[in-house]
Each structure stands twice: as C-alpha cells, then as structure tokens.
C-alpha cells in the first residue's frame, strides 16, 4: 500500500525555527572557528558578543556555527551562595541544550529580559556572580548547575519524559554534559575541546605494527558486529580491551570498527562522523549483518544521535525502522540514517540530501521534526 502523506503543516510548524547555520563549510575560516572556539569555553554574551538567531535549534541541540552550545544565566542574584555551594538547588538557575520553550520564547519576542551566557565548556562547572545580600559585595565563582528539564524532555533524552519524578531527580543529579555532548556529536563538527583526543596519549612506539598487523590478521573485519572493511580500512580499530595501552597482549586487544569502538564504556568522546557512521551501517546491511531490526539492535547499530527517537519508537511500539539503506539519485549514492522503507519515511541527521531524497517520493524528517510532531509522524510510518 502506498501512503501519501501531506507533510506541509509539520514544515510550516518547524520553519519559524529557520535554519540559521546549514552545513559546515569551514576549510576558509578554520582559524577564525579556532578562536571563536575557545572563546566559548568561557562563555559569550548573548545579544552582545553572539545574537540569538546566530544560534541554530532546528535540529533541537543548540548549534553556534557547528559547536554545541549551552544558554544560561550567570547572574544568580542573592542566592549566590547557595548556589556556589550547591548549584543544582531549587532557585539556581538551569543550562538549556536544546531548543525548549524557554529558548523559542525568547526568540518569539525577540528580547530577553535576563543576561543569558552562550557556552560550550563540558565539566558541569559554570563562571556565575550575584550580590552577597549581607555585604552587598558582588561574588563571582563557578557552580556546578544542573540541566534544564525542559530541553531533555524535547528531545526525550534517555526517555526523560517517562521518568517518575523521584528517577527525574536523580537523572539530573548525575546528569554528565560531556557525555550528552557525545552522544549528539553527529551534528557537529568536532567534540568541544577538552573531551576530544584526551586519550591520544601511552601507546608505546611499536603501536602502529602491532595495529596493522592484526587489522591484516583480521583481514579488517570488526570482531564484533562483524562489518568487513576492507575497502574502508581507515574505519577498523584496534581497542585495548582493559583501557592498558601498554599491555598489547593478543587477548588485551580487539578489531572494532569505528562505530563498535566509539560505543565501548569510556569511548563516547571518540568522535566518529555521521558520514562515517552511514558508511559503516551501509555496509553491515550489504554484508547481512543486520538479521532482524528490533529496537535492541537499532539502538545499539544506529548513531547515538537518533537515541531519543528510537526510545520514544519504541515506547510507542512503532514498527520496527531499517538503519543501512541508501538510494540511488542519478549514480549519486544517499545514505539514510533511519527509515521505514515501505512507508517512504526517512529520518536523517545530515539534510543536505533531503530534496533529493522528496524527488524519490520519500517523507524525510529531521530526529526533531519526528519528536515534536509525533502524532503526525506515527502516521506516517504505521
Ligand atoms: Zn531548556
Ligand atoms: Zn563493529
Ligand atoms: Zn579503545
């Protein structure tokens, strides 16, 4: 059966968002996006160094020219010191990540009222101040604030929503934004500073041998989803298996291709591109890797991007999706992260293909436009 769906009112409700920031073309300018990089670390000011609509929310994580950015408040009022010793207390002020209410108000009236910070440092820890009410000294320091609640409910980050308010609490109070930066780095060009490469160091001198030799050895299959990558070699690793550099025992070691390696405990600061990912599920599917798709192998195949999405499929119990499909458009091979191939329903992380994509008939919604209009999606795809 062939479903035609009318998706003009899903993308009139999603334009207001615009799409500020497109796709990264950044060869010209890297030494500028360098700069503008570390400046984020310590925070800009919204409205003076960074204007809101340079800030992009249209696929739900805030996007500033390709990093991921936090929007919060610094200034805590009298409450500063509560807030510097506990900076998740009632009145503290939250950090959005996504493009919640809050955020879509501000946009709608186009002012804010408060002085709002635009930063991507990952420790948990926020430069805030406030005026101490006894001495009316002005205080500064860092608190450690918690996230806004709003923002992962929008984006059902780790189904968020269908927490009790007793596991709501505890989520936040764990709550890591280096690992919620990694889990969303498909949309960006790169992980924020501190987390990337940190691991780099401790491989002893004769490291790269010892790599190529099992990775030939394996003839550049991965030892655990079972990808060959022989015309992709780049994307087979060799994993410590204790985390022990040093130790490069045989049984301390494992061929992994890119995708398996980045999901290993400790590993999400592993940046692996989307386009890398698509590459990897492309051919897990050609080689038969994939023998069901149940909700258990999209989560652990897919890219951790489209996590929230397919937990919320899952509560949902929407037909199972496909991970690995891709569509020839005049020998122009388009990959698509996520798709229900009977109903023409494709989910992708990167748009720049979905115009070709509508030429072949297909419905093609970004993880945000599926989330926020559920109902009109579920439609679609059951
Ligand atoms: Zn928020
Ligand atoms: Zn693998
Ligand atoms: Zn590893």
């Avoid at 500064?140 to 992962?152: P, W």
């Avoid at 780099?200 to 030939?216: C, F, N, Q, V």
């Avoid at 919320?312 to 005049?330: H, W």
């Amino acid at each position: 059966m062939k479903l035609t769906v009318d998706l003009s009112a899903l993308h009139r409700a999603v334009a207001p968002l615009g799409k500020v920031v497109t796709h990264f073309n950044i060869s010209s300018r890297s030494t500028e996006l360098e700069s503008i990089g570390s400046h984020l670390t310590k925070g800009l000011i919204l409205g003076k160094d960074i204007q809101l609509d340079q800030i992009d929310g249209s696929d739900g994580i805030l996007n500033y020219d390709g990093h991921q950015v936090m929007l919060y408040i610094p200034d805590q009022g009298n409450n500063i010191q509560n807030v510097l010793s506990n900076g998740k207390e009632k009145w503290a002020k939250r950090v959005h990540v996504a493009e919640c209410k809050t955020i879509i108000g501000m946009r709608e009236k186009g002012r804010f009222n408060d002085r709002y910070d635009v930063i991507n440092r990952i420790d948990g820890f926020f430069p805030v101040f406030g005026i101490e009410s006894h001495s009316k000294q002005e205080i500064n320091g860092e608190a450690e604030l918690a996230v806004c609640q709003n923002c992962l409910t929008l984006i059902n980050h780790n189904n968020f929503p269908l927490l009790s308010w007793g596991d709501k609490t505890v989520f936040i109070q764990n709550f890591l934004y280096s690992k919620f930066f990694e889990s969303y780095s498909s949309y960006f060009k790169a992980l924020p500073k501190s987390t990337a490469g940190f691991q780099s160091a401790g491989y002893t001198s004769d490291w790269p041998s010892i790599s190529s030799k099992i990775r030939l050895e394996l003839d550049y299959t991965c030892e655990q989803c079972g990808v060959n990558l022989i015309n992709e070699s780049k994307l087979l690793h060799v994993h410590h298996i204790n985390g022990n550099k040093a130790n490069n025992n045989r049984d301390n070691l494992r061929g992994l291709c890119a995708d398996c390696h980045k999901k290993q405990p400790h590993h999400g600061h592993l940046y692996v591109s989307n386009e890398d990912i698509l590459k990897i599920n492309r051919l897990r599917r050609e080689q038969h890797k994939f023998d069901v798709f149940d909700y258990n192998n999209l989560r652990e195949y897919a890219d951790t991007a489209l996590d929230g999405l397919l937990q919320k499929c899952e509560s949902m119990r929407l037909p199972g999706a496909e991970l690995g499909v891709v569509i020839n458009d005049k020998n122009n091979m388009i990959a698509i992260d996520l798709c229900w191939p009977r109903r023409k329903v494709a989910v992708l992380i990167n748009m720049s293909n979905a115009k070709a994509l509508r030429v072949h008939g297909w419905n093609v919604l970004t993880v945000f436009e599926a989330l926020n209009n559920f109902d009109l999606f579920q439609a679609q795809v059951r």
